[in-house]
């Protein structure tokens, strides 16, 4: 790490210099043996983007203002956008580079490029490839066809549109035509002509159950079951607590300690407890499972966990991130069972300040298991067998409800903007069949939770900020004003006003969202324009707040089952608990790890969130089969110049009309106030508005759903 950083120096403190391995070796007084070190990591300095490999063996610094490195996403259309990853200042127009077709270079959906920009004019930048520094797809999912000399394959991501043949097939016995199949890209060969593969691995056939999501799982690189290794040593870890871990820890066990979750539920990584104090306060104690006491830095168990970095849920499984050993045994808060946990107790006053906060190595014994439904029904007063069930902790639900609500309305007063907008559930039948897609409730009994984690990361984030300590932290920064103005001129359609051209402050944000809610059926759909203009939230080394929260300081540290980012945090809060972070040397090799791991959960959580997503939208379309031909009453959820999506109001999915078949009018697309508007007839589409349509086409593996406009 320090040559790494020796040489870094170099290029940075000299940047029009290009340097041989001999110079480098010169420059930093190295010597000979040094040789195949620095090729290495001139090697990761090249892949990473931050220098360049020259004609003779020179190596120079990335200084040409007009290159950016990022990842590219390309459409269903053909063209592609480079997210950069060292944007320019925050407020500049843009943080992608627009790539045509005929200038991606070979390159393909989700690979790590270096483009240059070639047009800096518009307001998204245009550029062409320079380089492939990484390919996304080293192995993709495709369908095989027999040809007469072997087969091809196509991918099922039409991002990748170009054929991979298959000259040598293996598995032949099994292969028949239109089975999905695993291959791995030998050749990636230039953009004219195939890729060069071979199949590693026979998914199944298109009637095979379950096999629509097998495939997008294994197309987004994910392998769900755990390695052999992993398993057994997580079956090695000990089931019972020694005394002499026990007599180390904070005991919570004689306090009413309980865990709400959604029903389904299996492993339980949070538990609550609540103790009235005088003047209106509340002691508030939030158990988070230890995962850190069981999963050290440097086992087989721990470089899984990393590399998975969360669990993802598609919506007919779980693929968690650590085995199931842990994750719904040894580390989760089962009732009435003695477990480890790493509890933050908050003294919280009526107005949602925290007036002292203590830290602690734990171990609780949860009194009650409930799931969100009960709780709301306790609150609710709608079930009497519900509330004698649990009539003993009654007071507390009642106390957590009125300090969520202290707490909601401290962030409002801060500024904070409720962004939810709602979740897609899949009710699945006794067979496995999907019966149902309905919106998901979001219940009082869900915010009294949330606020509750909100302010235990709040609290952990800041203890460990206040003493300079290296960890992760969870940060939302501030949205582009200029991306704010276009909302505003997006709003004003709808009578919502927002300045043009001043600034705009949370609390007008909060007032635009505010007249949102009060617009019926168009509300939610408003409601994903108006997030679509903040910034993405993710995991950075560097503390910068969290805007949407209101929070100065903020992390995650409440779900370490499922992210890692939070078993990294638990493991810094438990290095200060017991003074290790006091030795200098320790904390340097945090700084050394947390930014590659921050930018790593960050990818990871965007990955699990796709497949999440499109989980939801091929399940649903499999059920929305049944409709072909019937019309359904919808709103109009996305404007473009190809068409309009719509959401339809029964079943909470999203399909498309094509422009060409709104009728004979040419329809002009005005990109500022997302509408598309006839030439002759004046006649006007846009986000919110109620439409008649029927379902026409139907393709899953697409997730394509062509709907015509009825009226």
């Given at each position: 790490?320090?040559?790494?950083?020796?040489?870094?120096?170099?290029?940075?403190?000299?940047?029009?210099?290009?340097?041989?391995?001999?110079?480098?070796?010169?420059?930093?007084?190295?010597?000979?043996?040094?040789?195949?070190?620095?090729?290495?990591?001139?090697?990761?300095?090249?892949?990473?983007?931050?220098?360049?490999h020259?004609?003779?063996?020179?190596?120079?610094?990335?200084?040409?203002t007009n290159?950016?490195?990022?990842t590219?996403?390309?459409?269903?259309?053909?063209?592609?956008?480079?997210?950069?990853?060292?944007?320019?200042?925050?407020?500049?127009?843009?943080?992608?580079?627009?790539?045509?077709?005929?200038h991606?270079?070979?390159?393909?959906?989700?690979?790590?490029?270096?483009?240059r920009?070639?047009?800096?004019?518009?307001?998204?930048?245009?550029?062409?490839?320079?380089?492939?520094?990484?390919?996304?797809?080293?192995?993709?999912?495709?369908?095989?066809?027999?040809?007469?000399?072997?087969?091809?394959?196509?991918?099922?991501?039409?991002?990748?549109?170009?054929?991979?043949?298959?000259?040598?097939?293996?598995?032949?016995?099994?292969?028949?035509?239109?089975?999905?199949?695993?291959?791995?890209?030998?050749?990636?060969?230039d953009?004219?002509?195939?890729?060069?593969?071979?199949?590693?691995?026979?998914?199944?056939?298109?009637?095979?159950?379950?096999?629509?999501?097998?495939?997008?799982?294994?197309?987004?690189?994910?392998?769900?079951?755990?390695?052999?290794?992993?398993?057994?040593?997580?079956?090695?870890?000990?089931?019972?607590?020694?005394?002499?871990?026990?007599?180390?820890?904070?005991?919570?066990?004689?306090?009413?300690?309980?865990?709400?979750?959604?029903?389904?539920?299996?492993?339980?990584?949070?538990?609550?407890?609540?103790?009235?104090?005088?003047?209106?306060r509340?002691?508030?104690?939030?158990?988070?499972?230890?995962?850190?006491?069981?999963?050290?830095?440097?086992?087989?168990?721990?470089?899984?966990?990393?590399?998975?970095?969360?669990s993802?849920?598609?919506v007919?499984?779980v693929?968690?991130?650590?085995?199931?050993r842990?994750?719904?045994?040894?580390c989760?808060?089962?009732?009435?069972?003695?477990?480890?946990?790493?509890?933050?107790?908050?003294?919280?006053?009526?107005?949602?300040?925290?007036?002292?906060?203590?830290?602690?190595?734990?171990?609780?014994?949860?009194?009650y298991?409930?799931?969100?439904?009960?709780?709301?029904?306790?609150?609710?007063h709608?079930?009497?067998?519900?509330?004698?069930q649990?009539?003993?902790?009654?007071?507390?639900?009642?106390?957590?409800?009125?300090?969520?609500?202290n707490?909601?309305?401290?962030?409002?007063?801060?500024?904070?903007?409720?962004?939810?907008?709602g979740?897609?559930?899949?009710?699945?039948?006794?067979?496995?069949?999907?019966?149902?897609?309905?919106?998901?409730?979001?219940?009082?009994?869900?915010?009294?939770?949330?606020?509750?984690m909100?302010?235990?990361?709040?609290?952990?984030?800041?203890?460990?900020?206040?003493?300079?300590?290296?960890?992760?932290?969870?940060?939302?920064?501030?949205p582009?004003?200029?991306?704010?103005?276009?909302?505003?001129f997006?709003?004003?359609?709808?009578?919502?006003?927002?300045?043009?051209?001043?600034?705009?402050?949370?609390?007008?944000?909060?007032?635009?969202?505010?007249?949102?809610?009060?617009?019926?059926?168009?509300?939610?759909?408003?409601?994903?324009?108006?997030?679509?203009?903040?910034?993405?939230?993710?995991?950075?080394?560097?503390?910068?707040?969290?805007?949407?929260?209101?929070?100065?300081?903020?992390?995650h540290?409440?779900?370490?089952?499922?992210?890692?980012?939070?078993?990294?945090?638990?493991?810094?809060?438990?290095?200060?608990l017991?003074?290790?972070?006091?030795?200098?040397?320790?904390?340097?090799?945090?700084?050394?790890?947390?930014?590659?791991?921050?930018?790593h959960?960050?990818?990871?959580?965007?990955?699990?969130?796709?497949?999440?997503?499109?989980?939801?939208?091929?399940?649903?379309?499999?059920?929305?089969?049944?409709?072909?031909?019937?019309?359904?009453?919808?709103?109009?959820?996305g404007?473009?110049n190809?068409?309009?999506?719509?959401?339809?109001?029964?079943?909470?999915?999203?399909?498309?009309?094509?422009?060409?078949?709104?009728?004979?009018?040419?329809?002009?697309?005005?990109?500022?106030?997302?509408?598309?508007?006839?030439?002759?007839?004046?006649?006007?589409?846009?986000?919110?508005?109620?439409?008649?349509?029927?379902?026409e086409?139907?393709?899953?593996?697409?997730?394509?759903?062509?709907?015509?406009?009825?009226?």
């Open positions: 790490m320090a040559l790494r950083k020796d040489i870094m120096n170099l290029f940075q403190a000299n940047p029009h210099i290009l340097y041989k391995i001999s110079d480098i070796q010169r420059r930093l007084q190295l010597d000979r043996k040094s040789r195949t070190e620095i090729q290495a990591i001139l090697a990761d300095l090249e892949q990473e983007g931050k220098i360049n020259y004609r003779n063996h020179r190596f120079g610094f990335v200084q040409e290159l950016v490195t990022g590219i996403s390309i459409t269903k259309k053909g063209f592609g956008f480079v997210r950069i990853e060292t944007p320019k200042a925050q407020d500049s127009p843009s943080q992608n580079v627009f790539i045509q077709r005929r991606l270079g070979g390159a393909l959906h989700g690979d790590r490029v270096v483009a920009i070639i047009n800096e004019d518009s307001e998204n930048p245009e550029g062409k490839m320079v380089k492939i520094l990484e390919r996304a797809h080293p192995e993709i999912v495709a369908q095989f066809y027999f040809e007469r000399k072997g087969g091809r394959a196509v991918p099922r991501d039409s991002r990748i549109d170009r054929i991979i043949q298959i000259p040598r097939l293996n598995f032949k016995k099994e292969l028949k035509d239109g089975i999905w199949v695993l291959v791995h890209i030998l050749d990636f060969g953009p004219q002509t195939p890729m060069l593969g071979e199949i590693k691995e026979i998914l199944g056939s298109e009637k095979e159950s379950g096999i629509d999501i097998l495939v997008l799982i294994r197309d987004y690189g994910v392998k769900p079951e755990f390695p052999e290794e992993i398993i057994r040593e997580a079956e090695s870890l000990p089931q019972a607590i020694p005394q002499e871990e026990i007599e180390k820890r904070k005991d919570f066990r004689a306090i009413a300690t309980f865990t709400i979750d959604p029903e389904t539920a299996k492993d339980f990584d949070d538990a609550l407890s609540i103790e009235t104090l005088d003047q209106g509340f002691r508030l104690g939030v158990h988070i499972a230890d995962v850190a006491h069981y999963v050290r830095m440097g086992t087989v168990i721990d470089g899984e966990a990393r590399a998975r970095a969360t993802i849920y598609p007919d499984r693929i968690p991130m650590l085995p199931e842990l994750s719904n045994n040894l989760s808060l089962r009732q009435n069972e003695d477990r480890l946990c790493m509890s933050v107790i908050m003294d919280v006053d009526a107005e949602g300040n925290i007036h002292h906060s203590e830290f602690h190595n734990s171990i609780i014994r949860s009194r298991r409930l799931n969100y439904t009960e709780v709301q029904s306790m609150l609710d709608s079930d009497p067998w519900i509330s004698s649990y009539a003993p902790i009654r007071k507390d639900l009642f106390a957590l409800k009125e300090l969520s609500e707490l909601i309305r401290m962030r409002e007063r801060k500024g904070a903007l409720d962004l939810d907008i979740e897609t559930d899949v009710v699945f039948d006794s067979n496995g069949l999907v019966m149902d897609v309905r919106r998901h409730p979001r219940l009082q009994s869900h915010r009294i939770v949330e606020q509750c909100i302010l235990a990361n709040e609290a952990v984030a800041t203890k460990i900020h206040r003493l300079r300590i290296p960890s992760l932290y969870r940060i939302h920064e501030p582009a004003q200029h991306k704010l103005h276009k909302l505003a997006f709003l004003a359609e709808y009578g919502i006003h927002l300045p043009m051209k001043r600034s705009i402050t949370p609390q007008r944000l909060q007032a635009a969202l505010a007249q949102i809610e009060e617009m019926g059926k168009a509300g939610p759909i408003l409601r994903r324009v108006f997030l679509r203009s903040m910034m993405r939230a993710q995991y950075s080394h560097e503390n910068k707040g969290h805007y949407g929260l209101a929070s100065s300081c903020y992390t540290f409440t779900s370490p089952i499922r992210r890692y980012p939070d078993l990294v945090v638990h493991r810094v809060l438990k290095d200060i017991s003074g290790k972070l006091k030795d200098s040397s320790q904390r340097e090799e945090w700084y050394d790890l947390l930014p590659d791991w921050a930018s959960c960050t990818d990871q959580e965007g990955r699990s969130e796709a497949i999440e997503r499109e989980s939801t939208n091929i399940k649903g379309l499999e059920f929305m089969e049944q409709f072909l031909g019937k019309e359904f009453e919808g709103i109009i959820s404007v473009a190809f068409g309009l999506f719509v959401e339809l109001e029964r079943y909470p999915l999203e399909g498309m009309i094509p422009v060409g078949s709104l009728g004979r009018d040419y329809f002009i697309f005005d990109e500022n106030a997302l509408t598309l508007v006839g030439r002759k007839s004046g006649g006007k589409f846009r986000f919110g508005d109620p439409v008649l349509v029927k379902i086409r139907i393709d899953i593996f697409k997730q394509e759903m062509d709907l015509a406009l009825v009226k």
